[in-house]
């Protein structure tokens, strides 16, 4: 069979120099792992020659059951995956539901997902690069990250009654309107936090330990990340000028003005800075979002997908049987079958979803971006120092829930 | 994308229905490795995005198990799926990517896991989400959803060392209704049985 080239041989198997080799187990508890991945680190003194990780730790089993639910009841399983930008999950999900049945949500519905999910990828960058950060031997980032994401945390509370877990998007529209007066405090957010952005990058864009300490670690060319299939931050880190969201456009990002940041070198120091212009750019669109918020409905007005207002259900006989069959049977999704990518902050997050008609999906396969980064590790660690490899791990900003799935 | 320039360079290609607008192939089991080389070298598809294993349904004899491949360009900023049937229902073989796309090799793997379809020329084809010895392939449709037991993983702590350790059982929990309906909810989460009738002893 033609090949383009070969794999490095697993850690640790058929190799007869085994004895001067060393053999470590980095995890599956471990800080620097961020989640319960487990590294077998095949070590020449201090060099690493091979790497192998081991994930599973967290599987769920998350397509078998959404094979056994309506759409709608996967939804809180979504949140589940990149649990740091849950709601990005969620729109992804009946983005691709929406996409076999044809709908096309309301206009506000799309600016409040756009606004869902550029908050979501801040929150989600500012975990990345507070655990970085710390990686690297930075302990203040991670408060200053932290702080900012507490005053997010208070935003979804807000806007979606949790912090953590939103389940906040349904298909056809979004689970509530927008309160009184959110859009405002996003708007206040938005204000306060260029500047504590700024002060983050102060903190440590030119820190010289860190700089020293990134700088020419964990190369990536852009052939080897387009091979592997990296996607999002740590993909463009790489000089790939691939944003879903201009290049594919969906919920009209086609319309917002931002630019793609992309890294020159592919090194962990370029993934921190496109990480940190993200942030940004993330605040640019969400204005342009605020300021351009259509009025009129959250919802689709098809009672085959969207069950009624409640009112409305308490007192008319058909809502009542539309709210009993939606929620029950699930939305009404004609046969079909339909791939879609959302540019998520760990990377593009897939589910190719075929369905045989009916409210229950046939089959959901969810497209992990952090799965596809960790399986480019067994290339990307061997040949740095032991100590290079939380850096590593760090600036590739994975999440084993979503791994895992 | 141009599905008809992609069909005259590969006629042995079949245009697939396709509902949401990425441009879709039925392709021969055997010639997958063929049609993604192609499509890798001469339409620059340069990733393999996703990889999906599907179970048509147990009853079927033959084309039970399909593989559903989307390719990326990054030029051209379009995806192509190819569709590939597995000719056997009993031991499902596809020749796999790992030759094309080094991201196939992780995706293969899990396939593999989940669905059992074995990929020939893959260099390690091991399970990746569950352990080693685990005897079933859990997204098949007629594994239940209630799960199966297994023996545990050698390295189950347990195993080990004289600390007793009740493990988690493997079939039952929430998410599944019995057949022959209960009286009580609790009846379909097995956990709560035992804790009911004093057979657990971990509590």
């Known amino acids: 069979m033609e090949k383009e080239f070969t794999y490095p041989e697993p850690a640790g198997l058929g190799d007869n120099r085994i004895g001067e080799k060393m053999i470590v187990n980095l995890g599956p508890s471990h800080p620097a792992t961020h989640g319960v991945l487990r590294l077998k680190i095949e070590l020449d003194g201090d060099m690493v020659t091979r790497c192998d990780p081991i994930v599973g730790q967290l599987h769920r089993g998350q397509e078998k059951l959404a094979e056994n639910m309506t759409y709608n009841q996967f939804v809180p399983f979504t949140d589940r995956l990149d649990y740091l930008a849950p709601m990005c999950n969620n729109i992804a999900f009946v983005q691709c539901v929406e996409k076999i049945a044809g709908i096309d949500v309301t206009e506000r519905c799309k600016a409040l997902r756009v606004i869902c999910c550029e908050l979501s990828r801040i929150a989600s960058h500012l975990v990345g690069l507070a655990a970085y950060g710390m990686d690297a031997g930075g302990w203040t980032v991670f408060m200053y990250c932290y702080t900012q994401r507490e005053k997010l945390m208070t935003l979804f509370e807000e806007l979606t009654g949790a912090r953590l877990t939103n389940s906040f998007a349904r298909v056809g529209g979004m689970r509530r309107d927008i309160p009184e007066s959110w859009l405002g405090n996003v708007n206040k957010f938005a204000n306060q936090f260029l500047p504590a952005l700024d002060e983050i990058d102060k903190l440590i864009t030119r820190n010289r330990i860190f700089v020293d300490r990134t700088e020419g670690i964990g190369i990536i060319t852009p052939e080897q990340a387009m091979q592997w299939g990296l996607t999002g931050p740590n993909l463009r880190g790489s000089g790939v000028a691939t944003d879903l969201r201009k290049d594919c456009p969906y919920l009209g990002y086609d319309n917002y003005e931002f630019d793609v940041a992309i890294g020159a070198r592919g090194d962990a120091y370029d993934r921190w800075l496109v990480r940190i212009e993200e942030l940004r750019q993330s605040i640019r669109i969400i204005r342009q979002a605020i300021e351009k918020m259509p009025d009129g409905k959250i919802n689709i007005d098809d009672h085959r997908i969207v069950p009624p207002e409640k009112d409305k259900v308490l007192r008319n006989m058909e809502d009542l049987i539309n709210n009993f069959v939606v929620v029950t049977q699930g939305p009404a999704i004609p046969r079909g079958e339909a791939y879609f990518e959302a540019d998520n902050p760990k990377g593009a997050l897939g589910f190719y979803i075929m369905s045989m008609g009916g409210g229950v999906p046939y089959r959901v396969k969810i497209r992990a971006p952090s799965f596809i980064t960790l399986s480019a590790m067994q290339e990307i660690l061997p040949g740095h120092h032991m100590s290079d490899i939380p850096i590593i791990l760090g600036s590739m900003d994975f999440v084993l829930g979503e791994c895992d799935r | ?203």
């Not at chain 2, 360079?9 to 021969?28: H, N, Q, T, W, Y």
């Not at chain 2, 900023?77 to 499902?92: F, I, T, W």
């Not at chain 2, 037991?149 to 599944?176: C, Q």
């Open chain 2, 1 to 203: 994308m141009n599905s008809e320039k992609i069909l005259s360079e590969m006629d042995f290609l079949k245009v697939r229905p396709s509902s949401d607008g990425i441009v879709a192939f039925d392709c021969p089991a055997d010639r997958i490795v063929e049609a993604a080389l192609k499509l890798k070298r001469e339409f620059e598809c340069q990733s393999l995005t996703d990889l999906a294993a599907v179970d048509m349904g147990p009853d079927l004899a033959k084309c039970r198990f399909g593989v559903v491949y989307h390719l990326f360009s990054h030029t051209k900023k379009k995806y192509v799926r190819l569709v590939c049937m597995c000719e056997s229902a009993e031991s499902p073989h596809i020749n796999s990517l790992t030759g094309v796309y080094k991201g196939a090799d992780w995706l293969e793997r899990e396939a593999y896991d989940l669905m059992g379809i074995v990929f020939d020329g893959h260099p390690r084809l091991a399970r990746i989400l569950m352990w080693d010895s685990y005897p079933w392939h859990p997204l098949r449709k007629d594994f239940p959803l209630a799960g199966k037991e297994a023996p545990l993983p050698d390295t189950f702590a347990g195993n080990e060392d004289a600390t007793r350790v009740v493990p988690a059982p493997e079939s039952g929990g929430p998410f599944h209704s019995p057949s022959s309906g209960t009286k009580f909810s609790c009846g379909r989460e097995p956990r709560s049985m035992q804790v009911q009738t004093g057979e657990s002893d971990n509590i």
